[in-house]
């Protein structure tokens, strides 16, 4: 299995501007899971799903954020716009048990100038 | 608030001492814990985990043990080798329903050669 693949590894842009990370969880895996990361704040979770439907949001900063997971294969974190304040690595993680082990992905590293 | 917080941010360990990362949790219904290993550039990926009916678990090389009487969860490595060298995260989950995984800010395991 290739595990979690996220897309783009790397993204610089201006403030402003609209961003979305994309996500392919693992094939099976029904749980996915964005997650930020900042020196300042750790890791900090946004959003999950699970089947497909969102459990709790209650991690997304504001209206900026947002999330979907149209299919079993693919999700996607878009901010708009986007702050400098923004800038950290995002990662995506998905999960076959609960409780149990998260996968993670690469993470996007994302810089807003 | 519930929470995870680690008391060292960074241990150095001479190559071959063990090595032990400590971590607090406050969130007494969680009972379900997992460390995570995070190298630079990386995704965090999976060492262990522990329910909150077990004291100690052993895998390969690494031990955690779980004292609920103080919220306290530490992960023991065995012979610390180079490759060990990464930032260790606890984490914590409620099971039974949601999967919401919130993990503490990390300690820097520094090993010398």
């Known amino acids: 299995d290739a595990g979690v693949i996220q897309s783009p590894r790397h993204e610089v842009t201006e403030m402003g501007q609209e961003v979305t990370l994309r996500c392919k969880p693992i094939?099976?895996?029904?749980?996915l899971f964005w997650y930020r990361q900042t020196m300042m704040r750790g890791l900090e979770l946004l959003i999950y799903?699970?089947?497909?439907?969102?459990?709790?949001d209650s991690g997304m900063p504001e209206d900026r954020f947002s999330a979907k997971m149209p299919n079993a294969s693919f999700s996607t974190l878009k901010i708009q716009p986007s702050e400098p304040r923004d800038s950290a690595v995002y990662f995506c993680?998905?999960?076959?048990?609960?409780?149990?082990?998260?996968?993670f992905g690469e993470g996007s590293r994302l810089t807003v100038l | 608030g519930e929470s995870v917080g680690l008391h060292l941010p960074t241990l150095s360990v001479q190559e071959g001492d063990n090595s032990i990362i400590n971590c607090a949790y406050s969130?007494?219904?969680?009972?379900?814990f997992i460390w995570y290993k995070q190298e630079s550039g990386k995704g965090p990926q999976f060492i262990i985990d522990?329910?909150?009916?077990?004291d100690k678990r052993q895998g390969q090389r690494v031990t955690v043990l779980l004292n609920k009487t103080v919220k306290h969860l530490s992960l023991q490595i065995a012979a610390t080798q180079p490759g060990d060298s990464a930032v260790y995260f606890c984490?914590?989950?409620?099971?039974?329903?949601?999967?919401?995984?919130?993990f503490g800010i990390g300690t820097k395991l520094q090993v010398i050669p």
């Open positions: 993680a998905s999960s076959s048990q609960s409780p149990g082990e998260l996968f």
């Open positions: 094939s099976g895996h029904n749980s």
């Open positions: 799903f699970n089947n497909n439907v969102p459990i709790d």
């Open positions: 969130n007494s219904a969680s009972d379900y």
């Open positions: 522990i329910r909150s009916n077990m």
């Open positions: 984490a914590e989950n409620r099971a039974g329903g949601y999967q919401k995984v919130t």
